[in-house]
Structure formats: structure tokens, C-alpha cells
């Protein structure tokens, strides 16, 4: 059974750190496409970065790239978002998903849940101005 189990999520301050992690099991991470993906009540589903594991080529939507950093440790099993410069618009449910669909899907942002092979259960992250 897939299972992703996100942590790390808090209060912090605009201009900010923070680190996500994601906790995988149940399947072959290390050759897994995983990606990032939050939500607002008022935005919506942004996808925000993937990484495959089978290259470790990343991708960033534009309204993180430059501040956000995705990566794995395959021993641990482990995804991480580092979070830096952050902004009041950061503010959201951070979720890690396996299984993401293509890149232009992605980043043209016509995508559902549905979409994703499977989602954690997400961790709140609230940017404070």
C-alpha cells in the first residue's frame, strides 16, 4: 500500500525558511516521479515542483523557482521542499503526490487530484506578513 506522510509545516515569518518532508513507503522511491503541490481555499490546486527519480531532473513553477528547492535521500525513503524567501502567498496546504502527469500539464495547471497517483495527507504552512 502506498503511503505519503508529510511534516514540517508552521507558522513563519515573511521572508522565511522552512523545510517540508515527505515520508514515503510502499513502493520504489527512488525511481518514482514525485512532486508538490499546495492549496488555497481561494487558489485552488497549484502545482509547485516535481522531481524524477529516475534522472533527478527537477521542475518549479515560476512563482517558486529560485526560492524553493525539491529533493530526495533514497535511503530514507524521504521527498523534501526546502522553503526560502517565503511570501504571504505561500500560505497553504503543502501536499506530496506520487505519480504526476505530464510536465505540461503541470505547468499549464489543468490538472486535478485525480490526476496523481496517490496524495498525502498534506501540512499547513501559513506565511505571516
Known amino acids: 500500500e502506498v503511503q505519503l506522510v508529510e511534516s514540517g509545516g508552521g507558522l513563519v515569518q515573511a521572508g522565511g525558511s522552512l523545510r517540508l518532508s515527505c515520508a514515503a513507503s510502499g513502493f520504489t522511491f527512488s525511481s518514482s516521479a514525485m512532486s508538490w503541490v499546495r492549496q488555497t481555499p481561494g487558489k485552488g490546486l497549484e502545482w509547485v515542483s516535481t522531481i524524477y527519480g529516475y534522472s533527478s531532473n527537477t521542475y518549479y513553477a515560476d512563482s517558486v523557482k529560485g526560492r524553493f528547492t525539491i529533493s530526495t535521500d533514497n535511503a530514507k525513503n524521504t521527498l523534501y521542499l526546502q522553503m526560502d524567501s517565503l511570501k504571504s502567498d505561500g500560505t497553504a496546504v503543502y501536499y506530496c503526490?506520487?505519480?504526476?502527469?505530464?510536465?505540461?500539464?503541470?505547468?499549464?495547471?489543468?490538472?486535478?487530484?485525480?490526476?496523481?497517483?496517490?496524495w498525502g495527507q498534506g501540512t499547513q504552512v501559513t506565511v505571516s506578513s
Open positions: 503526490a506520487k505519480d504526476p502527469p505530464p510536465l505540461f500539464v503541470l505547468f499549464t495547471g489543468t490538472f486535478t487530484r485525480a490526476d496523481f497517483g496517490s
